[in-house]
């Protein structure tokens, strides 16, 4: 067995658009998850405990991408059992993923891990970039930083580069995701600023988030933390502005944080997922030439508008021009530049 990309939990959310991504590129793809439930049908399907080494370690002999995103959905309320759920899922992962690869006789070239934005500091003033963002506090924080540091301690062959993925909110129209719940709230005269408002809310169209880990995985040379962001950072109030705008809706009433915590607690979930201020920077992918298709947030929205579920968005896609690399006089250009 010698696949070309390694998914794990292919079956969540962003697993499940990488998955098509790759089948449709005409790549051999291994998805990798605890059960088939989600699961897009693309590629060939393995499953795992998420703790221990199995057969599945087969699959990453000779791999030319692993990319791990599993880890316990963080939608719930923060009670002791979650929170263990939440930091066991992602750290048990992401250490018996190294100690399957330290085995192999012919490593992946390339291992890439998720992490989040939400590693940076409570920011609304100034952006938070990989090279001099400073972590922040709490819970969240706490698991963003034991997360990375279990990635990076792995002990793997030096052939195989690691890089962390610190994404931040991710866009595409389907059910029970970010964009639907807000549309929705839109559609019922909810789309107004939750909380105080001036909050900064970092997101990235899924379309730039499948460009961006090609893009840095095309570079032989790129490693270490990379922020999966757009360069545009609006606030609350500037983001269900622009939903509003997009449904149509002439008004949004706003929900004070008394509001929010009464309704996190009814649908049991935490309001930190709205109201903490997380202000990614993607400085790396700009620096290093990235091209986003959707820099805008507005023209982001409109897009997703046209292209419901999986189907709807890969049926709709077209030739893109994401992820180009801008050559400057005196700077490296890789390999694997398109």
Not at 112 to 138: K, L
Not at 153 to 172: I, Y
Not at 222 to 246: C, H, K, S, Y
Not at 261 to 279: F, N, Q
Request: with cysteine; proline share 4%; aromatic share 10%.
């Amino acid at each position: 067995m010698n696949p070309q990309i390694v998914l794990f939990a292919a079956n969540g959310f962003i697993g499940r658009y990488l998955a098509r991504h790759y089948q449709r590129a005409g790549r051999e793809v291994v998805c990798i998850a605890r059960r088939r439930d989600g699961w897009s049908g693309d590629g060939m399907f393995l499953e795992w405990d998420g703790k221990s080494v199995g057969a599945w370690a087969l699959a990453l002999e000779g791999a030319e991408r692993v990319i791990n995103l599993a880890g316990r959905n963080v939608n719930c309320r923060y009670d002791a059992r979650n929170r263990k759920e939440i930091l066991e899922s992602r750290l048990d992962s992401t250490r018996v993923i190294g100690e399957a690869i330290a085995g192999c006789r012919i490593p992946p070239k390339l291992w890439m891990n998720s992490s989040t934005a939400t590693w940076y500091r409570h920011a609304e003033d100034n952006p938070q970039d990989e090279w001099q963002g400073e972590p922040g506090e709490g819970f969240s924080v706490d698991v963003a930083r034991a997360w990375e540091e279990a990635f990076f301690v792995a002990k793997v062959p030096g052939e195989t580069r690691k890089v962390a993925l610190r994404t931040g909110m991710v866009l595409a129209n389907e059910y029970g995701t970010v964009f639907e719940v807000l549309r929705h709230l839109t559609r019922r005269g909810l789309g107004g600023a939750m909380g105080k408002g001036t909050q900064r809310v970092s997101w990235i169209h899924m379309e730039d988030m499948i460009a961006a880990i090609d893009f840095i995985a095309a570079d032989p040379l790129l490693d270490g933390v990379f922020n999966l962001t757009a360069p545009e950072v609006p606030t609350n109030r500037e983001l269900m502005r622009a939903f509003r705008e997009q449904q149509g809706a002439p008004f949004g009433l706003p929900a004070a944080k008394w509001m929010l915590e009464l309704g996190a607690h009814l649908l049991h979930t935490e309001t930190e997922l709205v109201l903490k201020s997380r202000w990614a920077d993607p400085r790396r992918l700009r620096e290093e030439g990235f091209r986003w298709r959707w820099p805008k947030l507005d023209g982001a929205l409109a897009d997703l508008e046209m292209r419901p579920g999986l189907g709807g968005f890969f049926h709709q896609a077209e030739r893109r021009s994401a992820g180009v690399r801008v050559w400057t006089p005196g700077r490296r250009m890789a390999a694997g530049t398109r």
